[in-house]
Nanobody
Framework: QLQLVESGGGLVQPGGSLRLSCAAS????????IGWFRQAPGKEREGVSC????????YYADSAKGRFTISIDNAKNTVYLQMNSLKPEDTGVYYC?????????????????????WGQGTQVTVSS
């Protein structure tokens, strides 16, 4: 069974940090583009950050630049999102998704028009 499972969400105070994990099972992330997406209440889903497993290219939304870091551990078949300096506006359900995309600029494509396999999400709440 092909599956993505997110973990690591929780309640954190503004300025705090969390590390989200996206573990793949039933397939390997080799030659995939993987992204983190969030959906806040009443807002559209947005791409936060994406990474390609084959060349480690990354893409960050403006809201994530300088604060979030995406990384991949191919041995563990897992993608991470390290989130620092968290703000209340970072609150939402965070999903990961993975797809195999042809062509160029695949990380940006994935973050803007996500596709492929999706996880069930993990809640992140930033509040004092």
């Amino acid at each position: 069974q092909l599956q993505l499972v997110e973990s690591g969400g929780g309640l954190v105070q503004p300025g705090g940090s969390l590390r989200l994990s996206c573990a793949a099972s039933g397939f390997t992330l080799d030659y995939y583009v993987i992204g983190w997406f969030r959906q806040a209440p009443g807002k559209e889903r947005e791409g936060v950050s994406c990474i390609s497993s084959y060349d480690d290219k990354t893409y960050y939304a403006d809201s994530a630049k300088g604060r979030f870091t995406i990384s991949i551990d191919n041995a563990k078949n897992t993608v991470y999102l390290q989130m620092n300096s968290l703000k209340p506006e970072d609150t939402g359900v965070y999903y990961c998704a993975a797809d195999q995309l042809p062509g160029s600029d695949t990380v940006q494509k994935m973050c803007v028009i996500p596709s492929g396999y999706w996880g069930q999400g993990t809640q992140v709440t930033v509040s004092s």
